[in-house]
């Protein structure tokens, strides 16, 4: 399986920052066994889409929970396919977080997306105190039966994102991340069967280039989901970099 590298922009960025990293991008190498997804804010997709090569792939990092219809500044999973997205991010933390989403409606959004042709990447992970609690399997577990529940195992990714490495600084250890990517895949068989080994699970939370050669050494670690590492060209290649050689 080649690592799998996306980058979420959040709501960071202009059209001027879009232009500087694909100029930045164009000098640097990204061996061909990786695959780098960008996920920035909608209004900047078709930007992305333009300047950037062909083999970088293009995501959202939400979609709407409905096919169509009025729900002002929602957008479409069909419309993000237009748009030339093959991914979408789903269930991340801080949708769950600021705008109160639920398994749910996570779930809904996942279907929505891979009826529209996109792959999903479902994000899951646990809060501080439920991890200094003992409680982080059990959260986990239960976040993927609710957010994977009609969910076809096709189209499908999984981001063990803990929400106390997002944006801190201080990432899982490779022992916490190879932990619970395990337990994961453990869940992910109960729930789907033998199949569920096609899926790729990947791991978020302040992943940077110094960090990310000894995450990508781990066996259960299938890929990364980067945030702020990922608005500089340089430090996303040298992540991307990593996820290649961390797979050989
Ligand atoms: C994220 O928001 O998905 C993320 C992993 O952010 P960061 O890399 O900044 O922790």
Not at 24 to 50: F, H, K, M
Not at 152 to 179: M, R
Not at 187 to 192: G, P, Q, V
Not at 217 to 246: H, N, R, W
């Amino acid at each position: 399986m080649s690592a799998l590298v996306i980058a979420n922009w959040k709501m960071n960025g202009a059209l001027s920052a879009v232009e500087v990293f694909a100029e930045t991008w164009g000098s640097v190498v990204i061996p061909n066994d990786v695959q780098i997804v960008i996920c920035p804010p909608y209004v900047y997709l078709s930007a992305v889409r333009e300047a950037m090569p062909r083999e970088v792939q293009l995501g959202a990092q939400d979609c709407a929970g409905h096919k169509a219809g009025a729900f002002t500044g929602e957008v479409a999973a069909d419309m993000l396919v237009e748009s030339g997205c093959a991914w979408v991010i789903v269930g991340h933390s801080e949708r769950r977080q600021y705008h109160a989403e639920t398994d749910e409606l996570v779930a809904q959004k996942a279907q929505l997306a891979q009826e529209a042709g996109l792959c999903a990447v479902v994000c899951v992970g646990e809060q501080l105190g439920q991890r200094e609690a003992g409680e982080h399997q059990q959260v986990v577990a239960a976040q993927l039966a609710g957010s994977l529940d009609g969910v076809d195992l096709k189209n499908l990714v999984v981001a063990y994102e803990p929400v106390w490495a997002i944006g801190t600084g201080h990432s899982a250890s490779p022992q916490q991340a190879e932990d619970m990517h395990r337990w994961i895949k453990d869940c992910l068989m109960k729930h789907y069967g033998a199949d569920a080994q096609q899926i790729p699970v990947i791991y978020g939370g302040s992943v940077k280039p110094e960090t990310a050669a000894e995450l990508f050494a781990c066996e259960t670690i299938d890929g990364a989901l980067v945030g702020g590492a990922s608005l500089e060209a340089t430090s996303f290649a040298e992540i991307a970099q990593a996820g290649a050689s961390g797979r050989n």
